[in-house]
Structures are given as structure tokens and as C-alpha cells.
């Protein structure tokens, strides 16, 4: 047995690596800030298809069609695929996957969904079981908005406190074999929940998960902020980043400029996301069009990538339920 | 690196032990032929609780503290728990977890849940990452019901080869300390879709998985059928089932009274499920209160235990789509 276990941190002394990566969005998340870095920009978000379901999935495809081809691969030599989204029965990854083909595990974490995938695929590659594992995860802003909330023709009104469901896909392929930039650790998350039931304000609900997740790393390790080039948070957009930074200043902790949130990186401030981004596609493709190229170009030393997601769904929210939130954390190592 | 694979068979040789087994089901399940096996029989369904996703959430925190009472553990003994149910967003397994509070890795397989818990549990095991690792899936006729077809007040008619939802849940937990029974290898299904469009005809629709993924199996492990003393499908049914039988003796292999299904052992004939149980939990609760017992006492030498699930959703069906099947597989041996 390989596997170093510390508190709920995994570490994979048996290394992990990037392979390839790969980003493809909507039209509003080519207008963005990142715009650029993305491997594919849809000219509008249907992609080419008849439903907002069938965009979603024809998205998921071609961020793991451009990560398999930045690898010079074909789908016939993944061990497997390990992903998720937001629709009911996560159908978006699945019937995606079923045109790719491979051996497919699916997973729930919410918008933490990218962070799992990445360590149950490095759980799989660093314990010898796969060689090319593919981890991804997706949302789509319209066959969220009408799932979760409202059809869009419906023109519902947004409080200032929401977050905008990015429409993105980030998929990642894990290896065996060095590469630039590698899988170091990862934190499995805890359910926390502090009690907040109004849906429209996910990023309070999922804070304090960031945060006990980032403290038990922390503590597992035995390092601290300042060891790391980059701290970010999956999808807490404005509020919840700001409480992650109070919840630490409580404990005399200064996260400073190094902690940013992917929902706040995704969009533009005119671009009117209100609090920032999230879904599970803000984290995944940030990730895999800004902050995995920068890791392997040496412009980061390291990064905390750390998926928040919200347990909840409206069944949960309209039965009055309160929003658990949970974290995973992974820790990524770039070209030295 | 310890793991080894072959094809898509992922095999166990630093072992993998059952610590502890449970199930907890509806009054129903407790009522049919393997109702004395159960830990926990509902008196009635809402399991004292005011709706039926309440409900299923208790469900899973019975199952789960009988399997930790059975081995004499607390909750933080666990270093992590696998699992998922059939709600949208896996709402039962996430607010159920919240309230047990250990590391928490959320899981979408539709009824091959069970089997991609073990396999997933197993892997963090095997490789030295999970010393004990819960592992669960559950599923409340009512809570689907309402969810995937009709309210119950609608009375709605079921054609002859729909199948029964299970109200019943399922909890392992894995350990790396030598047990009665072990797991000793998995195969990680593939999505296969033989174009079926009926909802209410899921055993068909996952046949061709289960076939495929014990095909798989067998070409990856070079064993054939004789060689199980048990190979069960998790909710095949009558239909399915059938149809298993049918694949296997076109290649010539005759699988006989060993090849059973956990939605045909669930239920009796006079209890009127038409084809047969499905839902996460039958094959969950058909493996703890039944499979697993006869593993551990030496009736049974070994078991191929196939997860089978449909990864579809009310909205694919609705869109006109066809049903994605999979099969996950997990090798089982009992106490020599």
C-alpha cells in the first residue's frame, strides 16, 4: 500500500500528473476576462443543437475532445472517465460519455464536482489502477436556470446576492508519467451547513466549507497560505469570498492577494453576474483554461484548488431545508 | 504502485475486507421472501417521519448506524463515506451524511450505485488512503415515485414490465484488516445503450450492460461462469434477467440457477411488483441483509455482484431519448 493518509488528507507520494487539459464555454464566458484562454468559445449557447440539454452535452464532448487532442489520443486509450453536473441524474456527463465510450464513473458532488473527479482520478492513477484517467465536470447557465429556478422566457428578477450558472466544461486527463505540472494532495470534504436557506445566496452557504476544508489542509500538512502561489475557491463569488477571508482573519490569518474565488476570475464586473459566477463548469474551467496552463508555464509555483459545492436542490429549498455545503481540495505543483 | 489491471478490471491484491453490513427497508421489503434478513423493517413507510424524502434520509441513517453498531464504531472512526440515491441532486445520501459528519465523496450510478461505492471504497482502500470506509445507496418507492413518474394519490396504472422501486437501503463498511469476506476485484462498467425509449421497461434497458461488463469480466479475469458459486444483477427483473440468459447463450455459456437478480429475490409473486424490484437500494439491501451474510457464514464460496443502472432522467425520456445502461461488477469471496 502507497497511499499516505493524514487526518482527511490524502497525499500521493506515487506521482499524478497532468496530461492535458482542456476548457470549452459559452458566449458570455468568451466575453469575460479569461475569454482567451479557453480551447473552444460557442458562437451562441445552444452549440449547434436543439435543446439546452443537448448543448451541455455536445460541450462536455468537446472539452474532452480538446484535452484528448492536445494528447494526441483517442478515447480508446482512457482507462476511464470520472465526471458530473447539475441536472437531475447528472444526464449531461453521462450521455456525453456515452458516445465516448470508456469505462465511466459518475459522480454528485454539486459544484465541487471537478475537485472530486481530480482525486478519485489520482486515487486511481497514484494507486496503479489507471494510467489515463479523464476527470470533468460541466453546467450550462439555461438547462440550470430552468431546472433549478425559472425558464429563461420567464425573466425572473435576481437579488443582488445571486450567482450567475457559467455555461463551461472542464475536463482534465491524469497520467502516470511525468509531466509539468502534478497532483500533489487532496482534502475529501465534510459537510458543513451553516444554516442559510436562501437558495439565491450559495455562496454564504458554501464559505464555511472552504474554510474548515482549507484549516484541515492546513493542519494535515502542516503548511500554511503562505506556501502556496495561489489559494482558490471554487464558486463563492463576492460574499462567500469575503467571509473565507473573515472567517480566517478570526483566527489571525491573512489569506491576502493569493486567495482568489473562480467566480469572481470568470466574468467582468459590466458583465452583470451580479455576486460572481458559479456551477460546476466556473471552477472546472477556470481550472483547465487559466490557472492548469500557468501551473505548467511556471507562472505558478503551486495552487489550493479548492471545489465548493451546495448540497441542496429545490425540493430541499422549497420543503425549507437549510443548504449543506461541502469542499474538496486539491494540490497542484507546477513546472519548477 | 500495488494496483494491477487488466482490461477494465481493476484487481485487489492488497485486500479489501467487509467490516460490517446493513440494511434498513420499507414495510413492504419486510414483508416479502428475505424480510427476516433485514436490520431494520419500517412499520410503516415514512419511518416516522413527515414526507418521504424525510423519509429516505432515516432510512440511510439506520442502515448506516447498524452497520457502525455491528463493528463497534462511531462515526469518526470512518475515514470516509461513499454513496447516493436516486433523488435529484442525491439529496437523501448528502443531508443524511451531513448529520453522520465524516469525509463525504457523492456518487451518481442511478441503481449501480451500490456496486460503484464498493468499487470506489475498495480502490481508497486497497491503495492505503481509507483504513474504514462506508459505502451506501438507497432508494424510497414513494420519494421516486414522485419524482420519476406520478404523485401516489394519481394512481397511476404500471404496464407488466415496470418494475418496483425498493424503499430500502444498504451500508458496507470496507476495512484493510483482515474480515470473513473479501473484496477482491471490480470492473468498471461501460455505458451501453440498446435504443430503448420505454421508462417503464428498465430491465431491458440495462441488460445489455450487465452482459457486457460480465463479459468484460470474464475475458479480463480468465474465468467463466462455473467458477461463482453466486452471480447476481442488481434490478434486471423478470425481463432483464431473461434477456441476460438469453445474450450469454447465443455466445454458447450457459450461466444456470447460479445467475439470480436482486429484484426477483426481493419481492414475492403474491406481492404484485410486476417484473420485478428496482431502485439503488434492492440491490444495496439484497447484498447486506442477504448475500453478504451467506458470504461471511460460508454458504456461499464466492459472488459476482453486478451493479445495473439506467442513466436517464424524466427530461431525457420526455426529450424523446433512449436509455443508457451500465454495469459495474465487484468480486466477492467468503470465509473459506
Not at 23 to 44: H, I, Q, S, T
Not at 68 to 91: R, W
Not at 170 to 182: N, Y
Request: glycine share 12%.
Amino acid at each position: 500500500m502507497t497511499g499516505r493518509r493524514v487526518g482527511d488528507t490524502l497525499f500521493f507520494d506515487e506521482p499524478v500528473w497532468v496530461e492535458s487539459c482542456a476548457a470549452a464555454v459559452g458566449k458570455k464566458e468568451g466575453e469575460g476576462p479569461l475569454g482567451a484562454c479557453f480551447d473552444y468559445v460557442a458562437k451562441e449557447n445552444r452549440f449547434g443543437e436543439k435543446t439546452w440539454e443537448k448543448a451541455e452535452r455536445r460541450m462536455i464532448e468537446l472539452a474532452c475532445q480538446h484535452a484528448l487532442s492536445k494528447a494526441d489520443l483517442t478515447p480508446s486509450a482512457l482507462d476511464c472517465a470520472l465526471g458530473g453536473d447539475l441536472l437531475n441524474q447528472c444526464v449531461s456527463t453521462s450521455f456525453a460519455m456515452r458516445g465516448l465510450g470508456m469505462p465511466y464513473l459518475g459522480l454528485y458532488g454539486a459544484c465541487s464536482t471537478m475537485a472530486e473527479s481530480l482525486l478519485l482520478g489520482a486515487v486511481l492513477t497514484a494507486g496503479g489502477w489507471s494510467r489515463k484517467a479523464l476527470c470533468a465536470a460541466s453546467s450550462h447557465f439555461c438547462s440550470a436556470e430552468r431546472q433549478y429556478r425559472y425558464p429563461l422566457e420567464y425573466g425572473g428578477q435576481r437579488p443582488p446576492c445571486a450567482q450567475w450558472t457559467a455555461t463551461a466544461c472542464g475536463a482534465v486527463i491524469l497520467c502516470d508519467a511525468p509531466r509539468r505540472v502534478r497532483l500533489r494532495a487532496a482534502t475529501v470534504g465534510r459537510i458543513f451547513d451553516p444554516g442559510i436557506t436562501d437558495s439565491a445566496n450559495m455562496g454564504a452557504a458554501m464559505a464555511q466549507s472552504a474554510y474548515e476544508t482549507l484549516r484541515t489542509f492546513f493542519r494535515d500538512s502542516g503548511t500554511a497560505p503562505e506556501d502556496y502561489a495561489c489559494i482558490v475557491t471554487g464558486d463563492l463569488a463576492a460574499i462567500g469570498h469575503t467571509m473565507v477571508n473573515e472567517l480566517f482573519a478570526r483566527d489571525g490569518v491573512t489569506l491576502g492577494g493569493r486567495y482568489q474565488d473562480c467566480g469572481l476570475l470568470l466574468y467582468g464586473k459590466e458583465q452583470d453576474v451580479h455576486a460572481g459566477g458559479s456551477g460546476c463548469g466556473c471552477s472546472a474551467a477556470v481550472l483547465c483554461g487559466h490557472l492548469l496552463p500557468r501551473l505548467a508555464c511556471g507562472e505558478l509555483k503551486n495552487l489550493l484548488f479548492c471545489g465548493t459545492g451546495a448540497l441542496m436542490s429545490p425540493l430541499t429549498a422549497n420543503q425549507g431545508e437549510t443548504i449543506p455545503g461541502i469542499c474538496h481540495l486539491i494540490v497542484l505543483e507546477g513546472a519548477k
